[in-house]
Structure formats: structure tokens, C-alpha cells
């Protein structure tokens, strides 16, 4: 198992358009989380996936973003109509269980101009 | 929500110095973790952590739960322990969810 991957590294979008990230996790942990990373600050938490459920949304996930995780495999974080204050690094971490570490994936860096 | 503060904010060291990195957090917790971002961004699990002592080369952590903090020790530092080290944690009861509450990092430069 080569750890969590993260599809694409980096995405460049005009304000208002539309875009979809993928996240594949290590294949026997079935706890999935997104979280997003500003520049100078520890991530933040944005939702929770327990196999396919999806069992917790932070408030700062607005009605633009979307989150799913079919099969309890992969996991797809959408954001529509996308704003300039949607710049960041968006993480996806895996664990087995809800005491385990996590182990993070390398990030897509989403730049909205 | 529960409070994680992280000192110092940022630490300069000389290759082969020790230095003691702190994490205080405001609430009883059950998962606590500690981290490593290098500059290319990725975070590396350096210890899943929320009691005890444990030692992993030249790193060791000691999470004392029930005095609220964490203590992440780097010993012989290497330019390559160079990054942002973060501390993160979980409460313990239902109500707060499932969900790492990140403290606001150590920034730690070390020079050859």
C-alpha cells in the first residue's frame, strides 16, 4: 500500500467555475476525513466519512461544497462556484478506527483566480 | 471547542542541537498527535500519542493527560527535521465529534 493518494497536486480555476478532487485511501482504514490548510495555519477540519456515511460536516463546509465517499472506497470533495477565499491546500487523511493515527496525503493545492 | 496552543512559535537551531517543542490543550482528550509538515507540504503522523512516552530514533514524545500537555523532544536536530511540527488532538466524549483540532504549529529551521 503506497498511503493516501490525492488527485490532482495542484488546480488553477477561475472564479465560479466548479471543481472535484479526488482521494484514495489506504484500503483497509475505514475512516476518511477531508481538511482544509491556509497559508501560516494548522488545518481545519471540514468532514468525516465512517465507511460510506458521511457523519460529520464542520461549519465551515458551506452549501457550495459537497462530499462523498461511494462504496466506502474513494472519496470526491466538490466545491461549486468557486470564490477566491476557497484558496488553499484541501488535505484527506485515512485511519483505521477512531483511536489510530492518521496518515495525510500530499494535498491538492486549489488556487481560485 | 478545545483550545491547542503550541510553543514556541518558531525555533532556529544549530545542526546537532536538542530542543523540547510544548502543546497545551484546554480540555481532557483520548487522541492526541504529532506531526511534521516539510516545506513540500506533507504531514507525516510522528506519533499518535494521548498518554505515556514513546521514542521513535531521535524523537520522543510525553503526553502527561491528565496536567493537559504534550512535550515533543528532538535530539542530535538535522537540517532535514526542518518544517512545521503540529500537535493535534481529540476530545474524548461523543458530543464533540470525530474530528483533530490543530494547534497553530512550530516552525523549526535548522542550520547546518
Known amino acids: 500500500d503506497t498511503g493516501v493518494s490525492q488527485d490532482p497536486r495542484h488546480k488553477i480555476t477561475k472564479r465560479g467555475q466548479n471543481v472535484t478532487f479526488r482521494c484514495d485511501p489506504i484500503?483497509?482504514?475505514?475512516?476518511l476525513y477531508w481538511y482544509r490548510q491556509t497559508l501560516g495555519q494548522g488545518p481545519e477540519f471540514l468532514t468525516y466519512f465512517q465507511n460510506e456515511a458521511q457523519l460529520e460536516k464542520s461549519r465551515l463546509l458551506s452549501d457550495r461544497f459537497s462530499a462523498e465517499r461511494p462504496k466506502g472506497s474513494f472519496s470526491t470533495l466538490e466545491i461549486q462556484r468557486t470564490e477566491q477565499g476557497d484558496s488553499a491546500m484541501y488535505l484527506c487523511?485515512?485511519?483505521?478506527?477512531?483511536?489510530?493515527?492518521?496518515?495525510f496525503g500530499s494535498g491538492t493545492r486549489l488556487t481560485v483566480v | 471547542g478545545i483550545q491547542v496552543e503550541q510553543s514556541p512559535p518558531d525555533l532556529i537551531l544549530q545542526e546537532g542541537a536538542n530542543s523540547t517543542l510544548r502543546c497545551n490543550f484546554s480540555?481532557?482528550?483520548?487522541?492526541l498527535q504529532w506531526f511534521h509538515q516539510n516545506p513540500w507540504g506533507q504531514l507525516i503522523n510522528l506519533f499518535y500519542i494521548p498518554s505515556g512516552t514513546k521514542q521513535n530514533g531521535r524523537l520522543s514524545a510525553t503526553t502527561v493527560a491528565t496536567e493537559r500537555y504534550s512535550l515533543l523532544y528532538i535530539s542530535s536536530s538535522q537540517t532535514t527535521d526542518s518544517g512545521v511540527y503540529f500537535c493535534a488532538v481529540e476530545r474524548g466524549i461523543k458530543a464533540a465529534g470525530n474530528k483533530l483540532t490543530f494547534g497553530g504549529g512550530t516552525r523549526v529551521l535548522v542550520k547546518p
Open positions: 480540555d481532557s482528550v483520548n487522541n
Open positions: 484500503s483497509e482504514h475505514n475512516r
Open positions: 487523511a485515512s485511519s483505521f478506527g477512531r483511536w489510530g493515527g492518521y496518515t
